[in-house]
């Protein structure tokens, strides 16, 4: 193990450490605890100039107010609606062409598969304006179904990358076995490799919401309206209006980030093995 | 025998191209859905680039002058070396979160929850975070500003001020990446050889020479997609200009992908072929790490199979 084990050093040593943690833990999340704390600020804390000690008392008012007083509620629930049939949408998909791509060798399999690799690091603004034309004429400008549909389509390049590579570790001789029993090939999708897969959705399903819950470029790009934002291009918007209002920026924040938050320390393990894929050989 | 043959011979067409045809049947919706979205659009934005094109109004073929125009261009200069500085210092993710994941891979109480919560950053939307660094940069009584002004006498106003304010967005965007290299190097770090750190151990390698000798060979996979996702998150770095200053003060913090999003789709105008051309640059600059990400990727792929 690197590096050397602490509890193989001295007491002083596993000491310090012990110290040490906490305290860079609480530099390192310093950003994140100054918001949390500004968020139950009162604001005439902020009038009089106390932005940094305990706030006077805590003002969870500041959360109701963004709530009753801002469209944050829409936000949030425009949110799920561009989320959710993207997780779904995507994982249908490439459940698929990973399967496709995992097991059968044919020619341009390789080609087909880097193609989706490739996809996945292209810089958004070469398919920016195509993208929007494209949602504009088929009717979904400005609509979170439109969001979610170009949302699918350039995930599937990513989960089809982790799909293929899930899929073509798994044993070949339990596929092999199942043709020469004459299992149709649907079947073996559908019976045999699909809930073997289950690991890989959980894991991809996580990462997924998360990437698509923050995403703020193509939120920008194709929803214009409270009606249909979802929260990060509303909090953009709402930000304009707060001008130096920080008490109820932050709580904003925070209403904003906790959704894809909470899902991590939930599913927490999922998360990571998703997101370290190709980390470890 | 007999009977397997008359049996082979009833086959369906189906039932014996079934091999062939299935990967095709289970690829074409998502192929579909990637062509359309992804592939195409990377053709369309080229050819748009060569028109006059507000988004409504007819395109008006122009030939290069989108291109020449980008040449003269100041704003599309101080973006480029933007770009520029961005990469540089994104880098240093890679060896800050290898500092932190090395901190990190002990076996005491509680580490699990510090490894979680150091990660935390890189959970939190963009936005979230541009308005946290907003609020610890903020003039007057941003924590940041009365730091230097304690030190100094004077506060630095980081985000209003044209020499330090791409720095500050940088800095606000490493917070997210180093948390996403650490948990890169964390996983590597649990799957180095435990054998080979010991008989390095025995030979009385220690400290930064069995890290460099030893270690870090074995987290090369690790170091490869860090820097990969490094490369990518700079040269993506829209969320944080856009949030944190909107390309200002004076354009100084204009990266290519903010400008381009101001040229084509923002209040200052809707010029769409140019902004195009300024993609397809963007697009060249990508080309040139992916071509070579994507050929290491192909020269493992054939070295396994």
Redesign the interface.
């Known amino acids: 193990?690197?590096?050397?084990?602490?509890?193989k050093s001295g007491p002083a040593a596993?000491v310090m450490?012990?110290i040490?943690?906490p305290v860079?833990?609480f530099i390192?999340?310093?950003?994140?605890l100054?918001?949390a704390v500004?968020s139950v600020r009162p604001s005439s804390d902020l009038a009089s100039?106390n932005?940094?000690g305990m706030p006077s008392y805590f003002a969870w008012e500041n959360y109701v107010s963004i709530f009753t007083d801002s469209p944050i509620g829409r936000y949030i629930f425009n949110s799920f609606k561009v989320t959710i049939p993207t997780v779904i949408g995507t994982l249908a998909?490439?459940c698929?062409?990973g399967?496709?791509?995992g097991?059968?060798k044919?020619k341009g399999?390789?080609l087909?598969f880097?193609?989706?690799?490739?996809?996945n690091?292209?810089?958004?603004?070469?398919?920016?304006?195509?993208?929007?034309?494209?949602t504009y004429s088929l009717g979904m400008y400005n609509t979170t179904m439109g969001l979610a549909?170009?949302h699918?389509?350039?995930q599937?390049?990513f989960c089809?990358l982790f799909m293929r590579n899930f899929i073509s570790a798994l044993p070949k001789e339990l596929i092999e076995a199942a043709r020469v029993e004459g299992v149709?090939?649907?079947q073996i999708?559908w019976h045999i490799v699909l809930p073997l897969m289950r690991p890989a959705i959980a894991a991809l399903a996580v990462l997924i919401f998360?990437f698509i819950?923050?995403d703020?470029?193509w939120a920008?790009?194709l929803t214009t309206s409270a009606s249909t934002q979802p929260v990060?291009a509303g909090?953009?918007s709402l930000?304009g209006q707060w001008v130096a209002a920080?008490h109820l920026?932050?709580a904003g924040?925070i209403i904003?980030?906790l959704p894809?938050?909470l899902m991590?320390?939930m599913m927490?393990k999922h998360f990571?093995a998703g997101?370290?894929l190709?980390?470890?050989? | 025998m007999s009977m397997s043959s008359t049996n082979r011979q009833s086959r369906t067409w189906w039932q014996k191209n079934?091999?062939?045809l299935?990967?095709?049947l289970?690829?074409t919706?998502?192929?579909l859905?990637?062509a359309?979205?992804?592939?195409?659009?990377?053709f369309?934005?080229f050819q748009?680039s060569f028109y006059d094109?507000d988004?409504l109004s007819t395109k008006e073929y122009i030939g290069t002058a989108n291109y020449s125009e980008l040449w003269s261009d100041r704003a599309f200069k101080t973006s480029l070396y933007n770009n520029v500085i961005w990469l540089v210092l994104y880098m240093l993710a890679v060896p800050l979160g290898l500092m932190i994941a090395?901190?990190l891979?002990?076996?005491?109480r509680g580490?699990r929850i510090?490894k979680?919560?150091?990660?935390?950053?890189f959970?939190?939307?963009?936005?979230?975070?541009g308005?946290?660094?907003a609020?610890?940069y903020?003039p007057n009584?941003g924590?940041l500003y009365k730091v230097i002004e304690f030190f100094t006498g004077k506060g630095i106003a980081i985000l209003a001020s044209p020499h330090y304010a791409t720095y500050g967005i940088i800095a606000a965007g490493l917070?997210p990446q180093i948390a996403?290299v650490m948990?890169?190097?964390l996983?590597?770090?649990?799957?180095?050889s435990?054998d080979q750190?010991e008989a390095a151990?025995l030979d009385g390698a220690?400290g930064f020479k069995?890290?460099w000798y030893?270690?870090l060979p074995q987290l090369r996979?690790?170091t490869f997609?860090a820097v990969?996702v490094t490369v990518?998150g700079a040269?993506?770095s829209?969320?944080l200009v856009?949030?944190m200053t909107n390309g200002g003060p004076f354009g100084s913090t204009r990266v290519?992908?903010y400008y381009?999003?101001e040229q084509?789709?923002s209040e200052y105008g809707f010029r769409?072929g140019y902004?195009?051309a300024?993609?397809?640059v963007?697009?060249g600059i990508?080309m040139f790490?992916?071509s070579g990400?994507?050929w290491k990727?192909?020269r493992d792929?054939r070295g396994m199979s």
């Not at chain 1, 690091?121 to 494209?134: A, E, S, T």
């Not at chain 2, 959970?123 to 975070?129: E, G």
């Open positions: 193990m690197f590096p050397r084990p602490i509890e596993r450490y012990q040490a943690l860079a833990l390192w999340l310093f950003p994140l100054g918001v500004t100039g932005y940094f998909l490439s698929l062409t399967f496709a791509l097991i059968y044919f399999n390789l087909i880097f193609m989706f690799v490739a996809g690091f292209v810089p958004f603004q070469i398919l920016m304006v195509p993208v929007r034309d494209l549909m170009f699918i389509a350039f599937t390049g089809t149709k090939e649907w999708f998360t819950w923050n703020f470029f920008t790009v990060t909090l953009s930000n920080w920026v932050s924040s904003a980030a894809p938050v991590f320390f927490q990571i997101l370290t190709g980390a470890v050989k | 079934q091999q062939t299935t990967p095709w289970f690829l919706p998502g192929l859905m990637f359309v979205y992804v592939v195409w659009p990377i369309a934005s748009i094109y988004g090395i901190f891979n002990q076996t005491v580490i510090y979680s919560l150091f990660f935390f950053p959970v939190i939307s963009q936005v979230v975070v308005l946290m660094f609020w610890f903020a009584f924590l917070w996403y948990i890169l190097y996983t590597g770090l649990n799957n180095v435990p750190v151990r220690k069995m890290l030893v270690i996979p690790a997609i990969v990518i040269l993506r829209f969320d856009s949030i290519l992908s381009m999003y084509a789709l769409m902004g195009a300024i993609a397809v963007l697009f990508m790490f992916i990400f994507v990727m192909i792929e």
